[in-house]
């Protein structure tokens, strides 16, 4: 039996290579990760529901199919924790809600469902802010997410489980969401690669399409779900799995014309790259400004890119955001949800909830979001690909929503993530991807962005960047050696 702190150092593609040829069985994947599990959660808190039971049982049915050579998938014994705003049927998910805190859904989301039928092992449900309203890791009903860099930080959110969870080991690779950058940010934070693909990649079903469920069921124009993982090439092995139209999900796109695993292949040479370092406009730390600024570097040094520093000339389009999340939210479920539980819920979403929106704020979102597509696609007319921090700061301090002060200058409390919100206003593909370390050992994100569809561009540029400037080797302290 290989050992178990091998094994919860493996990538998700060579697990999946060696259950299929029958050199690691799946019982024993399951297990290590569990070992992992029962060690850290304690002090990490990355699963707010984890399903050992059916973690295990899942493996053994594996176990046995191989040996009765079926086809099992191509991603046999891969343990993987689905975020807990996604629905998977007779699994608690929560949604980090007093209100959800027994809901137990009746149907799986579709990646859920594809997950499942390709022979990944469900570890568990990954913790959340309530409803995904935040980008970091702590609600009213489950112990707070840390950082597995440092425990006295946040992981990010509000995929804060995902995060935790893959930075830590206890599984390869993990389903988060992004409505304004939460497969993104916690990626930065922990130190993983992160894919929003462009949006329709990935159906959504039903959390955010179903007037079942008020609260989760919004921000349909924003939202992405997508892959968290300690490599690009798994990110790559989830994405051929749960991408594909769907007809529950109205804006899903037809399937592919390339191959996800193929798009990892070839190099840049002779690509026109723009960096924008702050969007001529965001406060953004100095310790992040140097560190992405060198890996910038890294595209046009060791790449061959011609790297050119460019803003896409928007004004900050941080109101217009918030308008349309309003305008996708299901006001009147969570407004009624409210009056029966605010003194339970999260302070600013109860603000956000019982704010008095006009027409006029709603309709001007949709405007901004207009004109904020029109200037990406002008710049991307000349560029092939945008580089910029995944995030502002470096991983800050728990139970706070973000720094009020960046770079001496004092900022609205979401301010820290103005590079991830306007991707989900483009609905573009944007990853993020290990850009270094802080000199106290946090790591810092950079933001690889693709002009619209263009996936295949952006893991390329991924892969590419992984190989020149490499961090998978990297694990936090506490992780067993």
Same mark, same amino acid.
Request: proline residues 9%.
């Given at each position: 039996m290989t050992?178990? !702190?091998?094994?919860?150092r493996?990538?998700?593609?060579t ?18 990760h569990?070992?992992r599990?029962e ?10 529901t984890?399903?050992? @039971? ?12 191989i040996a009765?050579?079926?086809d ?5 014994g ?9 629905c998977?049927?007779g %699994?608690?998910?929560?949604?980090g ?10 149907? @799986?989301d ?9 022979? #990944?092992v469900?570890? &568990?449900k990954? !913790?959340?802010?309530?409803?995904g309203?935040? &980008? ?6 489950f ?5 597995p860099?440092?425990l ?7 995929s804060a ?21 939460? %497969?993104?940010?916690?990626s ?8 929003? #693909?462009?949006? &329709?990649r ?5 959390g955010t399409?179903?007037e ?5 069921s ?7 779900i997508?892959?968290?993982?300690r490599?690009v090439?798994?990110?790559a092995?989830?994405m051929s799995v749960?991408?594909g139209?769907?007809p529950r ?5 037809? #399937? ?6 193929k798009s ?6 002779g690509?026109?790259?723009?960096y924008?370092?702050?969007w001529?406009?965001?406060?953004v ?19 061959g ?15 217009a955001?918030?308008g349309?999340?309003a ?10 949800m409210?009056?029966t539980?605010?003194a339970q ?5 109860v603000d956000f ?7 006029e704020e709603?309709?001007?979102?949709v405007?901004?979001?207009? #004109?904020? !597509? ?9 560029? @092939? ?20 002060k960046?770079?001496g200058?004092i ?11 306007p991707l !989900? ?10 850009a270094g370390?802080t @000199? ?19 893991l ?21 050696s």
């Amino acid at each position: 039996m290989t050992d178990h !702190n091998e094994i919860c150092r493996m990538d998700a593609v060579t697990i999946a290579q060696q259950v299929r040829q029958k050199k690691l069985s799946p019982v024993d994947v399951v297990d290590a990760h569990l070992a992992r599990m029962e060690a850290l959660e304690p002090k990490l808190h990355a699963f707010c529901t984890p399903t050992p @039971d059916l973690a295990r049982a899942t493996a053994k049915r594996l176990e046995r199919d191989i040996a009765a050579g079926k086809d099992v998938g191509p991603l046999a014994g891969v343990p993987v924790g689905i975020k807990d705003l996604v629905c998977t049927k007779g %699994i608690r998910t929560v949604s980090g809600s007093v209100a959800y805190k027994d809901f137990v859904p009746d149907e @799986d989301d579709v990646v859920v469902e594809r997950l499942a039928a390709a022979g #990944a092992v469900i570890m &568990g449900k990954t !913790n959340v802010p309530e409803f995904g309203y935040s &980008g970091v890791g702590h609600n009213p009903v489950f112990e707070t997410t840390r950082n597995p860099w440092n425990l006295e930080r946040t992981p990010g959110g509000s995929s804060a489980g995902s995060g935790a969870a893959v930075a830590s080991g206890m599984c390869p690779f993990a389903i988060g969401s992004d409505g304004g950058g939460s %497969i993104r940010i916690p990626s930065a934070h922990c130190g993983l690669y992160g894919l929003k #693909a462009s949006m &329709g990649r990935v159906p959504l079903y039903p959390g955010t399409k179903d007037e079942r469920y008020p609260g989760v069921s919004s921000w349909e124009s924003l939202e992405h779900i997508g892959p968290m993982s300690r490599t690009v090439a798994d990110g790559a092995l989830m994405m051929s799995v749960i991408a594909g139209p769907d007809p529950r999900d109205r804006h899903s796109l037809p #399937a592919p014309s390339f191959d996800w695993m193929k798009s990892l292949k070839g190099g840049l040479k002779g690509l026109k790259v723009a960096y924008s370092p702050d969007w001529g406009y965001a406060a953004v730390d100095p310790a992040v400004r140097r560190i992405v600024g060198e890996a910038a570097k890294v595209f046009e040094r060791d790449l061959g890119c011609v790297v050119e520093e460019t803003n896409p000339g928007w004004d900050d389009p941080y109101n217009a955001f918030w308008g349309l999340v309003a305008l996708e939210s299901d006001l009147k479920g969570l407004r009624a949800m409210a009056d029966t539980h605010a003194a339970q819920m999260t302070p600013h979403l109860v603000d956000f909830i019982r704010r008095p929106w006009t027409a006029e704020e709603l309709t001007d979102a949709v405007v901004t979001r207009k #004109a904020v !597509n029109n200037k990406m696609w002008r710049l991307m007319q000349t560029y @092939d690909l945008l580089l910029t921090p995944t995030l502002a700061v470096p991983p800050f301090p728990l139970l706070t929503q973000g720094p009020e002060k960046i770079d001496g200058r004092i900022v609205a409390p979401f301010q820290w993530l103005a590079f991830t919100f306007p991707l !989900n206003m483009t609905g573009q593909p944007a990853a993020s991807i290990p850009a270094g370390w802080t @000199d106290d050992g946090l790591p810092v994100g950079l933001q690889i962005i693709g002009r619209h569809l263009d996936d295949p561009l952006v893991l390329r540029a991924s892969a590419a960047f992984e190989a020149a400037h490499p961090w998978k080797d990297r694990w936090p302290s506490i992780v067993p050696s």
